[in-house]
């Protein structure tokens, strides 16, 4: 259950929604289910007003859809439709790696290295939580090495969308070793001002990633055959 303190009530839409997501990625709430306002409010104790907030959410990612007389309901994932999100913000991440290689300044690249080398402790304790939070960061600042506002926004845009999906595929160990892999070659790359290797290493990181949700979805769904995805 949610507490309700004063100091979260403005975080608790995002919350409910970052919990509800979690369950429709999983296949925890099934393709087609409605998400009612009512047993949600209920479910976390709370009132109508942040369920309403974290529908919202949850629609505009792409989770859920509202439909005329039937309120909001899941969407169906299927597996060629996150490989194609996937693919998306690969190629618009290979642009910001491509670009940040000759425009990262020296604090920008000196930040990245100290980012990585934190990540790389959190995956060796499998600290998913904190690795999941500096990864966005690691990730935004490539965004925002490549110096191209217009770029970024349109990273920040797919990066939102695909936020969920992204948590989700490093809730396990050793998927968090071989992220941090990757990094290291994307780092190493962007270092030595090689945009050719980043671009290569940022696409196969995004792939890497995409193909780790659709395993964990189907290792899900096969362990609960009575659902559908």
Known sequence: MLEKTSAQKMSL??????????????????????????????QFSVSRTPVREALHILCGRGLADRI????????????????????????????????????????ERAELQKLHREMEGLAAIADSSAYESLNTRFHTLIFAGCHNTDIIASAEALRLKLAPF????????????????????????????????????????????????????????????????
């Not at 309120?71 to 190629?91: H, L």
């Not at 070659?185 to 995409?210: C, G, K, M, T």
């Open 13 to 42: 839409g995002d919350r409910i929604a970052g919990e509800l997501e979690e369950q429709v990625i999983s296949g925890g709430i099934p393709a087609g289910a409605k998400l009612d306002e009512t047993a949600i409010a209920a």
């Open 166 to 229: 992204r948590k989700y595929q490093l809730g396990d160990a050793g998927r968090l070793k071989r992220s941090s892999l990757e990094h290291q070659q994307i780092v190493d790359s962007i270092l030595d001002q090689n945009p050719e290797a980043a671009e290569s290493a940022l696409r196969r990181h995004l792939i890497s990633a995409a193909h780790e949700v659709v395993s964990r979805r189907q290792d899900s769904a096969e362990m609960k055959p009575e659902e559908t995805q």
């Open 68 to 107: 005329a007389y039937k309120g909001v309901v899941v969407t169906r994932i299927s597996p060629a439709r996150i490989d194609e999100m996937f693919e998306a913000m690969a190629e618009l991440e290979a642009v910001c790696g491509r670009l940040a290689c000759h425009r990262m300044t020296m604090s």
